[in-house]
């Protein structure tokens, strides 16, 4: 199913995928038909209704090892968005590649552009 990690973020978002990854990451789990969801199962209980009919409707009757959350997801997310500000990505496309607000995209621009060295001037 290729990268378990980027599948879920693409489904749910960021946000939500750091809340299943922080209750059940690097465990087993099962994902039922999306006709059987309830209000009290661990899957509602952990992204809400909405975000657990998408998953189930896409990885619905599949026993599924996630992928360990924490740093390696904000790995993940640090590296996209360096790797789009490095390539000159348009602030809504980094929004849109990463799920981090605007604000917080516009503040590491601003980051990278003090860090730069500056450039004397040869003439």
């Not at 993940?76 to 490095?86: H, S």
Request: contains cysteine; positive net charge; glycine residues 10%.
């Amino acid at each position: 199913m290729g990268d378990m990690l980027t599948n879920l973020v693409e489904l749910i978002g960021v946000e939500y995928t750091q809340l299943l990854l922080f209750q059940r990451g690097g465990q087993q789990v099962y994902f039922p038909q999306q006709e059987s969801l309830n209000p009290d199962h661990w899957l509602v209980k952990a992204v809400g209704m909405s975000s657990a009919t998408t998953l189930c409707r896409h990885l619905g009757k599949q026993v599924i090892i996630l992928p360990l959350g924490g740093s390696g997801l904000r790995y993940r997310l640090q590296k996209e968005l360096d790797n789009g500000l490095k390539n000159g990505a348009s602030l809504n496309q980094l929004v849109k590649n990463t799920g981090l607000s605007r604000r917080t995209i516009s503040r590491k621009r601003a980051r990278l552009k003090e860090e730069r060295p500056k450039m004397s001037r040869l003439f």
